[in-house]
């Protein structure tokens, strides 16, 4: 195992803390207040995008404190926090912060099997995205979107147990439980022995501490970060405080090989297909792709969706599939083509991740000042709270960009060229065979990277 | 029940409930109590997407309100007349701004857009709706210039009926008048009564002034007698007039007529019939000012050609006559 910095050890009060069922509430309810007002706004405000704070504080702010700050740093600590499936889990366990006796209140329906993966999610974003340059600029469709989705959750969280929303529907959840793989913040057993000796299995039924994981994961057997929204239910139940929080190296949930999916292999194609349409729509000089992105007549759209999803479902895994192919070959085919597509796929993860990053940086630093005068006048009607609601925008370190764009997207690209070839070292135990067998794959990388960096820069 | 469950539980109320009834309840009730007078918001979206939300509203003479106007789509600029000198500027996407007003008297004023802002811009207009003291609204007046020219049996179309820009004087086609220069040759030359009467000159056009210089004056050369036509046609135009009259211009006609008067706007080629080029002397030598008044007050049947009576008083609109007779009139070399 790797080197492992334990945090609770080392700061018993974060423990205590993290033990506390007050703290995840009232983050949540904090949250819930922002989110409300985003919908508010969304609904009820004003129709101009960068004045209103549903649109700047969501789809601005939060993105880019989402994916430039938190999922590389702390993984899906945003779960921790999230709005969205708090009301329906409040309504099941019919409490807010203390531990309720008795089961959860729903109607206990079983999730369909088929769906216990994450293709929903995969085929909720792609459907969000074809919709993006709508729900992204227009204030009443995003208030909408978040109104639907806390419902969605809420209708959820009536009919089955748990967090099916978070674990098996948020689109926004599957990106972040892929790209968690990276971070340096895990939760883990201390000791799998001592879960495998202990019969009661607190953290998966719960006790007077707290609820069984509502995540639907066993922790005892947790291997990587995908699937764990640390809700530290466990940290609260496990009677042996055998459950910690560490430090670890960047990227180590990548090298787990037997855990390696199809669905999720899909979402590192889906998210790096849509960074790169992101850039070419929103950030783009093609101002006719933006156009028929927003829907300007439906034909228009209609192609564009298609040209979408082909390019995230066939074109992106199929060029990719010929290089995995080739480099599958190359290591003499140990594993099946099918094995090694999907484990090779995982490269995708630091630079899809890369990608985000730069594309966010785009717009952040560009429209980040907006976040000034929405708070003043939230919902675009003329008020002045705090006295900055005529805050002029202001493009911050526009000079800077394109260098931060280039070193983020470098440092993806090396990073998924190490994770390709310690792929390939888990197929041949051959050091140069491994090296020749991760360059078509490398390739392949390389010239996506590039082709990001010709977005960016021209 | 724990205090920390019950504090939740009223958070989550605050936040559910509370907030969003008192955010609508400061915007519509505790905001226009507090600022004393009524209070009307107006959203404005270019005219294909709903132009002014309302469009029409009912005030009393002597009464205060505020009109609150909200771009929500692109730049708008809003301006209320007629003759209340009212122009707030541009508003950008997302922006407010307001203005407190009392109407003295009873009347229709028209709240308009003034700044380009789609291709049916010249309709995103709203109406108000003035009461008088015995709470009714005074009827329109009709304007005595059009009246007049309806009597004469004048086509005030006559960019339809009268041959359009190709009736024009082609011997002017070169001639580059001058009225600084005029001001210096007319003291030599003897001016027929008639010339000196501002009604006269508002019903004739420059080339039948020219004519009667001409008999008068017949040693004088075309050229002075041009700028002589030049100076009387701009000698009652101030240069503060000639200013907003400008002003009123860049505002409202140039998108179509052109900046320089050119018929060169963005928009000229969208409008049913071709913009008359205001700098083209030899069409304007035969035009008279009271049908380009009565052309920007009424409209122009079929050619696209909004009316802008309800917009700007009579004396605004000879003012912009004024402004339009400047183009070819004045030279910037005396």
Not at chain 1, 107 to 115: A, D, E, F, T, V
Not at chain 1, 337 to 366: C, D, K, N
Not at chain 2, 299 to 323: H, K, Q, S
Request: some cysteine.
């Amino acid at each position: 195992m790797t080197a492992r910095l334990d945090l609770l050890e080392r700061a018993p009060g974060l423990r205590r803390t993290l033990k506390s069922r007050l703290l995840q509430p009232a983050l949540q309810l904090v949250m819930l207040f922002f989110f409300t007002l985003a919908i508010l706004t969304g609904l009820f405000g004003t129709a101009a995008g960068s004045r209103n704070f549903g649109i700047v504080f969501v789809w601005i702010v939060w993105w880019a404190l989402l994916i430039i700050v938190l999922v590389p740093v702390a993984g899906r600590l945003w779960c921790t926090v999230c709005p969205i499936p708090a009301p329906g889990e409040w309504l099941q366990r019919r409490g807010i912060v203390r531990r309720t006796p008795g089961k959860l209140r729903t109607l206990h329906k079983r999730w369909p099997k088929q769906l216990k993966n994450m293709w929903l999610q995969n085929f909720g974003f792609l459907l969000m995205a074809s919709f993006s340059a709508v729900i992204l600029t227009r204030p009443q469709v995003s208030g909408w979107v978040l109104l639907a989705l806390m419902l969605g959750a809420v209708a959820l969280g009536v009919l089955y147990d748990n967090r099916v929303f978070c674990r098996y529907v948020c689109p926004v959840g599957g990106f972040i439980g892929l790209y968690s793989m990276l971070a340096p913040l895990e939760l883990r057993v201390l000791d799998c022995k001592t879960c495998d000796e202990h019969t009661a299995k607190d953290c998966v039924v719960g006790n007077k501490q707290g609820y069984g994981c509502p995540w639907l994961v066993y922790p005892g057997k947790l291997t990587r970060n995908t699937y764990c929204g640390l809700c530290f239910e466990c940290l609260k139940t496990c009677p042996k405080d055998n459950i910690t929080l560490n430090l670890r190296p960047v990227g180590a949930d990548l090298l787990v090989a037997k855990e390696r999916r199809l669905d999720e292999a899909y979402k590192a194609f889906i998210m790096l297909g849509c960074a790169l349409a992101y850039s070419a729509v929103l950030l783009g000089p093609w101002g006719w792709i933006k156009s028929w992105a927003n829907l300007d007549t439906l034909p228009h759209w209609l192609i564009y969706a298609a040209g979408l999803w082909t390019l995230n479902l066939v074109i992106l895994p199929g060029l990719f599939g010929l290089a995995a192919m080739v480099s599958h070959r190359l290591t003499g085919e140990q594993t099946s083509r099918r094995e090694a597509f999907i484990a090779y796929a995982y490269t995708l993860v630091p630079l899809g991740l890369a990608a985000w990053i730069a594309f966010s940086l785009g717009f952040v630093f560009t429209n980040g000042s907006y976040a000034l005068a929405v708070i003043s006048d939230p919902f675009g009607w003329g008020w002045n709270l705090f006295g900055t609601a005529n805050s002029p925008w202001t493009p911050l370190g526009s000079n800077l960009v394109g260098l931060l764009q280039t070193g983020v997207l470098t440092a993806g690209l090396l990073f998924a060229v190490q994770t390709a070839y310690r792929i390939a070292r888990q197929q041949t135990l051959n050091h140069d065979q491994a090296f020749r067998a991760a360059l078509p794959v490398i390739s392949f990388l390389t010239v996506l990277t590039l082709g990001f960096l010709w977005l960016y820069l021209g | 029940m724990d205090k920390r469950e019950l504090l939740a539980r009223i958070s989550l109320a605050l936040i559910l409930v509370v907030m969003p009834v008192g955010f609508f309840i400061y915007q519509y009730v505790l905001r226009p109590a507090i600022s004393g007078v009524r209070v009307i918001d107006i959203r404005a979206v270019a005219p294909e997407a709903g132009g002014f939300q309302p469009d029409s509203m009912q005030v009393q003479a002597g009464e205060t309100v505020t009109l609150r106007f909200h771009a929500e789509d692109v730049t708008h600029g809003i301006a209320i007349g007629p003759g209340l000198g009212i122009d707030l500027g541009e508003i950008d996407p997302g922006h407010m701004k307001e203005v407190t007003l009392t109407f003295d008297e009873g009347g229709t004023y028209t709240f308009y857009c003034n700044t380009w802002c789609s291709p049916n811009h010249w309709r995103m207009r709203g109406v108000i709706e003035v009461r008088d003291v015995s709470n009714t609204i005074p009827a329109a007046q009709h304007d005595p210039v059009i009246d007049k020219l309806t009597a004469e049996g004048v086509d005030i179309d006559d960019t339809v009926h009268n041959g359009g820009q190709s009736n024009r004087s082609q011997e002017m086609d070169n001639i580059q008048p001058s009225a600084q220069r005029g001001a210096a040759v007319i003291s030599q030359l003897i001016v027929p009564p008639e010339l000196k009467d501002l009604d006269w000159r508002r019903s004739h056009f420059p080339q039948e002034a020219m004519a009667l210089l001409l008999v008068a004056n017949s040693n004088a050369s075309t050229s002075d007698l041009v700028d002589a036509v030049a100076y009387l046609w701009t000698e009652n135009t101030g240069s503060q007039t000639l200013a907003s009259a400008s002003s009123l211009y860049s505002k409202n006609c140039a998108a179509c007529h052109g900046q320089t008067g050119g018929a060169d706007g963005p928009m000229a080629d969208q409008t049913a019939v071709k913009p008359i080029a205001f700098s083209d002397l030899a069409y304007m030598w035969l035009r008279r000012d009271d049908v380009l008044y009565a052309k920007i007050r009424r409209g122009g049947m079929g050619t696209d050609m909004p009316n802008f009576g309800t917009l700007f008083t009579p004396d605004e609109t000879w003012a912009l006559v004024n402004y339009l007779r400047s183009l070819t009139l004045t030279s910037s070399n005396p």
